[in-house]
């Protein structure tokens, strides 16, 4: 059985192999509860989906799929024209005396 010290701050740090074992790290969230009259029960509090709703901030814009459709076939169009431009740019320049293509 792992143990430590409760400080005078009313911490205590918790064992490496219990660390280990629960999967804990740096800034992990802890649950306390007492079962009986000398138990304290420590359970890690593991992020829920639900947990996450929310923490993107709302820009007040919503699109619907379409419209998002759109969009993303929108930008691909001018990344492929952007690269066709500068291909025939490429192709049309001569090279410099003395240089490889």
Not at 53 to 69: A, E, H, Y
């Amino acid at each position: 059985m792992a143990s430590s010290t409760l400080t005078s701050k009313g911490q205590v740090t918790i064992p490496a192999e219990i660390r280990r074992q629960l999967r804990l790290e740096v800034g992990a969230k802890l649950d306390f509860a007492v079962a009986g009259t000398e138990q304290i029960v420590v359970t890690p509090r593991r992020a829920r989906l639900e947990d996450l709703f929310g923490i993107v901030p709302n820009r007040g814009r919503k699109l619907t799929i379409r419209q998002m459709d759109q969009a993303i076939g929108q930008a691909a169009a001018a990344r492929d024209r952007d690269r066709d431009e500068g291909q025939d740019r490429d192709q049309g320049q001569a090279s410099p005396p003395g240089s490889v293509p």
